[in-house]
């Protein structure tokens, strides 16, 4: 998912940089003075969490690998502006540190994994909660990031470096993501549940209000 | 912030953080056992953009350690990026607050 420098045309990079810049100003407006010390811990720990997950590459035979991403996890666990926040950390670090994901993409890649995969699994998320809470988290999980996937396969598709070829880009990022976001929609439900059953305090995206009030010890 | 970090769930939490980087070299060495490629590598092979990937500089390219080979140099750089992740959000909110 991470997209290298020297894949996408100038004006899309510089499009992706406006688009994440906005979100994070906004997520960081939203959140300013909500934060008490345990909502700080728990941002950095969820953070920090996705951080270390992304690291495991499940090897899928056919020569397919593939990574939990954690955007919609960060949206239902924090809401959306702390999720934005905190997938920015993780996507930053991964690109200034790590040199995974290039620099001058580094919004592209922000826009597609803490924006996009961030807003798009809590919207999910809370339009089937109602239905049933933990199928919510499934469907944000693998919907978010198959969209994510999608954006990536747009921004491809309209760069020179890939001839201009949207179909194939679209098709190829949407139908991989699909399959391999039924993983990433499993691992979310099933932490969900797990959080749901032992502190269900600390999910501030399952109820607005939690998200404007203190974590409970 | 010393007092929140002493509370179970917390440390937990940070745990739970410790075990995925611990797993994360078995997982690396999974994967490159079967020699693997994600979807936006495989669009870029189909439409001639692999070649026009250009190599970042970092500190620590590859999620490895310098002078650490193999499982531990993983095993330190998700250690590492899990520190680094932690303290980037601790900054960014004391900033918010």
Redesign the interface.
Known sequence: MHIPDGFLDVWILAGCWLLSALAFAVASRRAAGRLGEERTALVGVVAAGIFAAQMLNWPIPGGTSAHFVGGAFAGILLGPSLGVMAMTAVVGVQALVFGDGGLLALGANLLAMAVVDVLVGYALFRVIRGLHETAGAFVAGWGAITVSAAVVGVLAGLSSAFAFDLATTLTVMTVGHAVLGLIEGAITATVYAALVDARPDLILGRDTAAALGEVQA | ?S???R?P??QR??A??VV??L??PV??W??S????????E???E????AD????????????ALPGLGGGLG?LG??L???????A???G???L??
Request: no cysteine.
């Open positions: 912030m007092a929140t970090v509370k769930w917390v939490a940070l739970v953080v995925l980087a797993l994360a997982f690396a999974g994967a056992a079967v020699g693997y490629s994600e979807p936006l495989n669009a870029a189909a439409t001639g953009a026009d990937a250009e190599q970042t500089p970092s500190l620590l390219s590859g999620y993983t750089a998700a590492v990026g899990s520190a680094l992740t932690l980037v959000v601790l960014l909110v004391r918010l607050d």
